[in-house]
């Protein structure tokens, strides 16, 4: 059994490259019968036979497949492209260390022993590290979630990340035709897009939306918004993207569970990113968004869900169906996104494999489709080690292929729609991506979504400048076993 196990697998590749070029197997015979037979009849043949045919046989064999291009160029959308990205650097005094972040539980009184004693194992088994950071309002006992500090937080993640951005493309504010924000759980009035638009003195014109309530896969939202915006812009405008999450006034100060998870995972981030329809200046192409929405079941929408506890006390309860729940949502994405990026030679082994179960009543095992046949990085939401330990499972992944994923849950915690953007540029860090190279994001957020993008490297980055900068040299870190499972 191992043996012929071991054969097929040698065998693989072999079925990989002639079903992956099946057209070039097809073609280069069929123009060599043709280039044989023509050479049989001789040009002056060819020419008579040519004269025989009636004109407006001719016309339409000259005009169909003009006029067919021509519609096609038309209609097709535009490329998008991005041109870079830049996340927020956190500053060492927002770092809280684990003890510091029980102790200060311990202190607060909102918080009883069996609370903490809770949130301590939450911790230790979270696989985050200890220069994960909360904002400044974070840090006072108890909490301080007011809408002072909250703008605060918010100002200073966004704002910094769009600097640093402006910064690495030279572009100015000027040239912005379109803001999009998301921000789930803090949507004040003047919205975070009319906050950017004052502080950078953009046009009157700029077309601008603040998306909230979407969860941690709304960066990918975004992205496919501003993608479809840029269709109806005029060529080479620029589309400004930023994700972030304002911990501010979200932190649960209750006893209930299921609602303590969100304090010990969330901490503070945030990332711009730049689109545009003109490639000349860009790092990487759009090639696909995919979004799935299982939120017409009641277990599926209610699976994280913010709500008050029994003292009034306002946070997030993730259900402990959420694993099932995302693993279906997962199954639906690959579903759709599968034929678009697959190789045929994965298509077919999927279709064959259908068609297997359904005769024989589904008692074989479906066959997984290997996407690292069509990707060459992974960046999987770090929403918590057990989010990337189910993708890995369930994509066979190697440690390696989620390693950008668990390193920047260690470094950064879970920053929402942000983390995607941390894990991209923990791969350039490790100058590991290639011209060439493409990259599947892959999100979940509540509704419950599974959203994802497909990126093709154009030019990697010049150097290691951004997030992980100071730290690089020290990843990847070993996370001990009881980390992570």
Aim: charged residues 20%.
């Amino acid at each position: 059994m191992a043996s012929s196990s071991g054969q097929l697998k040698r065998l693989k590749p072999l079925y990989q490259l002639a079903v992956n070029n099946i057209l070039a197997v097809v073609a280069v015979p069929l123009a060599a019968a043709v280039v044989l037979k023509a050479a049989d009849l001789g040009s002056q043949e060819i020419l008579a036979r040519a004269r025989a045919l009636p004109p407006a046989h001719l016309f339409l064999a000259a005009f169909v497949p003009a006029a067919a291009a021509v519609v096609y160029l038309m209609l097709r959308p535009r490329a998008v492209y991005m041109v870079d990205y830049a996340c927020f650097r956190t500053s060492p005094n927002c770092r809280v260390p684990f003890a510091t972040f029980l102790e200060h539980s311990r202190v607060w009184p909102g918080f009883d022993e069996r609370s903490v004693r809770f949130m301590t194992r939450l911790l230790e088994r979270s696989g985050l590290g200890e220069e994960t950071c909360l904002p400044y309002a974070q840090h006072y006992i108890p909490p301080s979630r007011d809408l002072k500090s909250s703008r605060a937080e918010a100002e200073l993640v966004i704002f910094s990340a769009i600097d640093d951005l402006l910064a690495k493309t030279g572009i100015s504010p000027h040239d912005i035709d379109i803001v999009v924000v998301n921000c789930s759980l803090f949507a004040p009035t003047p919205s975070f897009t009319d906050m950017i638009i004052n502080r950078y003195k953009l046009r009157k014109d700029v077309r601008n939306v603040h998306l909230s309530g979407m969860g941690c896969s709304a960066g990918l939202i975004s992205v496919g918004l501003a993608r479809n915006l840029l269709q109806v812009a005029p060529k080479g405008a620029h589309a400004l993207v930023v994700s972030t999450e304002t911990i501010t006034p979200n932190y649960y100060m209750g006893q209930e569970r299921a609602m303590l998870l969100p304090n010990c995972l969330f901490r503070m981030g945030g990332a711009a990113v730049l689109l545009s329809t003109n490639g000349a200046k860009a790092r990487f192409r759009l090639a696909r968004v995919v979004r799935t929405l299982t939120g017409a079941q009641d277990g599926a929408y209610h699976c994280v869900y913010q709500e008050e506890d029994d003292r009034g006390n306002v946070g997030i309860n993730l259900s402990k169906d959420l694993m099932s729940i995302a693993g279906d949502a997962l199954k639906a994405n690959i579903t759709a996104m599968g034929p678009l990026v697959l190789p045929a030679s994965e298509q077919l082994l999927f279709a064959l494999s259908f068609i297997a179960r359904k005769v024989l009543s589904g008692r074989i095992k479906p066959y997984i489709p290997d996407f690292r046949t069509a990707f060459e990085h992974f960046c999987i939401h770090a929403g918590g080690r057990a989010v990337i330990d189910e993708l890995q499972r369930s994509l066979t992944l190697s440690d390696e292929q989620v390693e950008a994923s668990r390193m920047t849950l260690h470094r950064f915690g879970n920053t929402s729609s942000s983390s995607l953007w941390y894990e991209l540029a923990y791969v350039e860090a490790k100058d590991r991506m290639r011209k060439g190279d493409r990259v599947w994001m892959i999100g979940f957020g509540s509704g419950f979504k599974c959203n994802s993008a497909a990126w093709e490297c154009i030019r990697p980055a010049a150097n290691a400048d951004g997030p992980w900068a100071t730290c690089i040299q020290r990843y990847p870190v070993d996370i001990p076993d009881v980390l992570k499972h």
